[in-house]
């Protein structure tokens, strides 16, 4: 296609904005993603793969019910990529596992557990378990694990091939791949948006925003305030091993090809994707500690990357009023939410729906 | 964090050696890690203890003759640490090593890499088989390891290591079955245009001709103009097929040895946050300095074919020049002294890169392995093809680093040293850009593997006592 | 389990050494003796061209580069996986094994 003129703009190709143009292009609109290039600041590329429940919304009801509804509709969903795409995403809603060094730590974790529980009717299930009952699912845990939160809802996906689906899904339906444009500026007329920047300008008549750390500064342009800080994680990745771990848990998983994932820290230090030693060594002690047979295993990458941070840690889903036609996404589960982004999202964005759970992630929250 | 330094020296081969040893004798306390047990890096393994006997009728006076420099060096005040496996540094010149299992941490104003080249990835269908090995392997193999291919090998690709691995072995009375020359016609007549420049460096032209004459005269096989290189075998290598002069030659083989030039291990560098430029005429990334090898981060110098291939004399005099530098800066030498020595430095170095341009025409590496067909393994660790790496392509992916994700390429234990080139130059391919636009991986510590025990102790209690 | 497929190649090479001190060490059960300042993937070559087989497609493979780059050497040492065969010097009673396909978390006492 020669044009340059779209019915959707998605502004971002990473796992966000990859879903919500893939739900877009589904239903036949013309649909551009406007991506950086190879050495943007990609959140996609260095998470963790959990498609995670507990915990999500503890003080935050609808949240909780949103998270909830986007892991129920995985399944379904990476059942659509591997018909459409051949990829499969290796999804294992197994359930999964929160482990606590310390009986205070559990306590606090069980606290919240329960306050979930009580948001959501009972339809949030956990149970709590000593280390006696953690080793039944886990033969491997140390004794120094006071014990862990087990919740059914929780399972794990291997997110690079989910990216590589998406990318292949969205070109399959239509959507033209449009990478190295770094946007300049998006401006607003006669019911069209304009994007510029060092290439040829890029029409629309809708745009969506999921640009992650730039969505603050794109969002300004039409009018949407997305307020995002960067939040760093650093992860560290072993050698392949033979299948040991059934479970994913919050802070190691076993990849579908056998390496371990080690995570779950978190830094704002600002637009750095560096990794520095003291977090690494924090990483590799407590995951020895939590699993003393990985005290010979090889770390052989790491990684830091930048989390989407909004002020209160949940999604905002935001139209403009200014400038109708233009909407806002930003997240940092983007994971966890995929299925509900490709969508509910999308069909949000659509159908120009105001439904119940987005008018709940309205960034005029922030300005209460 | 960690001990603090004067001067960090990493790498053990030409240029870190002349570094460590020059400043050393100016009564400043130089620390030089190494990987490996003895000093000499891969040019001059095993120099000081060489377990062949005859080394120098049968290596060539060359290798012998950088026992002196290994010499000098361990008779001078340089702290010496082998065995040190540098797993990161950083643009703050914070320095990660693991040694006998345990982990140091040490930080200095003046880092020196020196840390030199690899063999440039030659991928072929069949280059991960048994039995297929890297030329430089086999040499590291005499020279460290006093070890001999017990059969005859065929010798395939291009470049002076080529030569003279196979002189080294008809000094040693081994057969070679077949060299199989992958040099181009047109790079012979590209790299005469080099060749009054050249002259200066004629002694070591001289010594190439004596190697061609003498494996002529040795009655082996020699295929010119090879392509279409293909290894044979099953479990193992059995064999090799390719087509040289518009024919097709089948050759039984157990050992195939390969090489295609080297290209700088910039692996430091890039954790250090140096910036890099592409290398046109070596086809291959460098690291910028300026002409007293200092690299774009301050206090970080970068010497040796691990900063820009140009050989070892090249490395020696850029580890003098670089001493100096660093000798200024920490006042043991003023402006004027620093001029009058370096200066001659200078006009020699110039006048031995004029050889290095005739070299790099002529054995530029071949587009069949720049550019590999579809069926051939590009990333060995992750067993990922080059028709997954085109298909990526096309589908819009700008980089190495999006095509990592995409396909697992360079995600495995050798961190994308054999498959970046490959990598990025097939996205060059496909998208018709140039390499250079396309990038290169980015890269993150450890550089080389230590368990989650090892990384998770931190600082051993122990103090380096050396 | 068996090595037999992999190390039912010959010899790739041969030591011309003039060192006379040996070392004995066990490769896949064998008792080998080497040249004192060998290492474990030269070793491996004076048997076999295979070190061990790859975790993606269970492929055989061996010693590539023997400076420490390229990772095809890896074997299990004394216990532990994926050593680096190039950059570690064989020690008298040293146990080297064939590797097949992905590492084991191995069980270690807990005392906890």
Known sequence: MASNTFDYAVVGGGLVGSCIAYGLSKDSQSVAIVDEGDRAFRASRGNFGLVWVQGKGWDYPAYARWTRQAAGLWPSFALELLESTGVDVDLRQTGGLVMSLDDAELEADHRKMEQLSSHTNGEFQYRMLSNSLLKQKIPEISSQVAGAVFCPHDGHVNPLRLFRALHQGMQQNGAEYLPSRHINSIEYCHGEFQIKGDFDEIRASKIVLCAGLQNSKLGEMVGIEIPVVANRGQLLITEKLKHFLDYPTLHVRQTTEGGLQIGDSAEDVGLDDGTTNNVMAMLAARATKMFPVLESIKVIRAWGALRVMTPDGKPVYQASTSCPGAYGVACHSGVTLAAAHAEKISQWILAGEHGDVISNFSSSRFNV | MGEKCPVVVVGAGPAGLTAATLISQYDVDVTLLDDQLSPGGQIYRQVSDSKIANPETVLGADYTGGKALVDRFLESSARYVPGASVWGVNRKREVSYLRNDASFFLQTDHLILSVGCQERPMPFPGWQLPGVLTAGAAQIMLKSQAMAPEKAPILVGSGPLLLLLAWQYLNLGLKVKAIVETTQTQHYFHALKHLPGAIVGRQQLVKGLKFLKDIRAAGIAVYKGASEIRALGDQVLEGICFSSRGKQHTLNAELVFIHQGVTPQLQLPKLAECELEYLVSQKCWSAKTDQFCESTVEGVHLIGDGQQINGAEVAEISGQICALNVLKKLKRIDQEDFDRLSKPLLVKKKRQLKLRQFLDALYTPSDIFITPSDETMVCRCEEVSAATIREIARGGCQGPNQAKSFSRCGMGHCQGRFCEATVSALIAKEQDRSVADIGFYRVRPPIRPLTLGQLGRGQSDDRETN | ?112
């Open chain 3, 1 to 112: 389990m068996s090595y037999q497929i992999l190390v039912a190649v010959d010899s790739m090479f041969k030591s011309i050494s003039e060192c006379s001190e040996l070392v004995e060490f066990s490769l896949n059960g064998k008792l080998v003796q080497v040249p004192k300042g060998t290492n474990v993937a030269a070793a491996v070559l004076l048997e076999s061209a295979v070190c061990r087989t790859t975790v993606v497609s269970n492929t055989a493979r061996g010693p590539f580069c023997m400076m420490g780059v390229c990772f095809d050497c890896l074997v299990s040492i004394d216990g532990l996986a994926n050593q680096q065969g190039c950059q570690t010097l064989v020690e008298p009673g040293m146990e080297v094994i064939v590797q097949r396909g992905a590492v084991e978390a191995e069980r270690v006492d807990d005392y906890g």
